[in-house]
C-alpha cells in the first residue's frame, strides 16, 4: 500500500517540473501579460528543456519509458495550452496559474483512475 502512494506522489511530482518549464517558457514571450518585461529567449527554453525532461525522468520511474514519454508530452501540451488560454482572462498571476497546476494534478489522478 505504501509503495502505491509513494508512486502516486512521484507522478504528481512529474507533473510540476513540466509546468514550471511550461510556465517559464509562457513568461519568455512578449506576448505575455504576466510581468512587465518578458524573461530571456534561452531562459524560457531552456528551462522548459530541463522541466520535460526531468519530468519524463520521474514518469519514467513509475511508468514504461514510451508511456512516461507520451504522459510527458500530454501534460507539456496542456500546459502550454492552458496558460495560453487563461492568461487573458486572470490579471491575477496566481489564480491562474493555481488553476492550470489544479487541472494537471487533476489530469495525473484520473490517469490512475481509468
Known amino acids: 500500500m505504501k509503495l502505491i502512494i509513494i508512486c502516486i506522489k512521484m507522478s ?20 505575455q501579460v504576466y510581468i512587465e518585461t518578458a524573461i530571456t529567449k534561452f531562459l524560457g ?4 528543456i530541463l522541466g520535460f525532461v526531468s519530468g519524463c525522468w520521474l514518469f519514467s520511474l513509475h511508468y514504461p519509458n514510451v508511456s512516461a514519454l507520451l504522459a510527458s508530452v500530454v501534460v507539456l ?32 489522478a484520473l490517469s490512475y483512475v481509468v
Not at 504528481?12 to 514571450?29: E, K, R, T, V
Not at 527554453?45 to 522548459?48: D, E, G, K, P, V
Open 12 to 31: 504528481f511530482i512529474a507533473i510540476l517540473p513540466i509546468w514550471l518549464g511550461a510556465q517559464c517558457f509562457y513568461l519568455s514571450s512578449r506576448h
Open 77 to 108: 501540451m496542456l500546459s502550454l495550452i492552458l496558460n495560453t488560454l487563461l492568461a487573458p482572462y486572470f490579471k491575477n498571476a496566481r489564480f491562474a496559474n493555481s488553476l492550470v497546476a489544479a487541472l494537471l494534478l487533476s489530469f495525473g
Open 45 to 48: 527554453l531552456s528551462s522548459l
